[in-house]
């Protein structure tokens, strides 16, 4: 008998035959998704009429599902775009669509996805879901806080209320406020950007409130963005509560989930098909980019899905009973290259585009750095003697405070400190670990520019000339 081969991961699964079953029940739920799709969705029923497939019964096995032209998202941005307001990817009459969700990605054309009824109701479908309905310690009652923004609020609450657990909204003016409420309400579950929870537990320790002692949160669950692991024990530790880090998306919903032994998400396939392949080649890879199609998404189908998210899958089985694989640290980035700070993406030309308002400010990098586990934005900026230094630093400090949600450190550095390579010029550096998107000029470079995140001019000065010197003598 041969090896079992795993038609959609390369993945060696432990046990073979809660695998097969579980690809056989997918299976049919996919043939029921894919007739839905062919009777009435006209996105699906063009595009894949170009790829001579007019009924369910054309895709017969996993390898005529692997020919499936994938979905992009500019493809829907695009179908939205040119059929207002919610493109052709429908299953039912607009009137059904009764709830919808825009991306986080703010590259100009967000994508609406929009919700029916139906799907919304699929909510424990996906990894939080899961995890809520499964675990005896979470019982109906259980007391669960979610501090996501209004537009991901709505449908969070979603899942743990069908659970039969208590949902408690924030309501609070400031984070000292928050952190009263989440003692005196008595939260056993926050569920939040990761980055939020880290700007809240160190609140609470300037503040010098024992949050392990004073409250009862024994779980803290959350992601959107790159996790460093580091900060996660810290965090955990001042709470004294376990951290579970969720792979989330507005596309998938939540998609992957620790278990309580492991510390790197296993990805949550029962409700959706997933697939890792190398973005260049197209090929199945254990490194690359997700690609998946959630069963449960009827009304606003997703099949082939290229989440665009860069995941690494880890050859090793976790002890737990759980049989699904597991992704490095969550979703490592972006594989088109932009940036994600605080949970949204970026594009390097939008990040740019407000100081590009400021006709005085030519010279300038951007340094995006990680300090305790939140990403900050550094802003280095040369201004010429003649111009109104003090105003123009305070407008562009308004500008990208706005503009980010949150303030970005503005510094003046010294007239000609930046080099001039006409078409050469890289005007961001994101250093943050785990990073490797975006290289910089040069390690000098590099470490100039982190220093004057941290120092004064005159420190900053004096690195500078004492690398120049350095460098003039080898
Ligand atoms: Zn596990």
Known sequence: MSAYQDPLLPFQYRNVAEITKLRALQWRRFKQLLRTVLSSNRF??????????????????????????????????????????????LTVPLRHYTFLKTTSGTSGNPLTVPYSDRDLMAAGEDAVGIFLKNDPRFPPGTRVMLLHPPGAYTYAAENPRRNGLVVIPPDARSDAELLKRIIDMKIEIINAYFSRIVSLTQTAQSLGLDMKKRSRVRILMGGGEYVNPNIRKWVSAFWGAKYYLVTVSTELRSFGMDCANASSPHLIEKPCLMEIVDPA?????????????????????????????YVEMMAKQCQCDNIYPRIRNGVLGRIDGSLRIRAVSYYPA??????SHFPDATRYQFVVTKERGLDQVGILL????????????????????????FQPKVQLVPPNTFPFEPGKRRYIFDLRPMNNQLKPL????????????????????????FFFSRHAKT
């Open 44 to 89: 699906y029923r063009n595009k894949y009429k170009k790829a001579g497939i007019t009924s369910a019964d054309d895709v017969r096995n996993w390898n005529d599902y692997k020919d499936l032209p994938y979905v992009t998202k500019q493809e829907l941005t695009l179908d939205q775009r040119e059929h207002p307001p919610l493109g052709t990817n």
């Open 281 to 309: 080649t197209g090929i199945s890879s254990p490194k690359g980019e997700l690609i998946a199609t959630p069963l449960w998404r009827l009304d606003f189908p997703l099949i082939r899905y290229r989440t665009g998210d």
């Open 350 to 355: 939008e990040l740019l585009d407000p100081i």
């Open 382 to 405: 040369e201004l010429p003697l003649k111009s109104a230094r003090k105003d123009s630093l305070a407008s562009i400090r308004r500008a990208y405070t706005n503009f980010l949600g």
């Open 442 to 465: 040069s390690p000098s470079w590099l470490l100039v520019t982190s220093y004057a995140l941290k120092y004064d001019i005159m420190k900053l000065l004096f690195k500078y000339l």
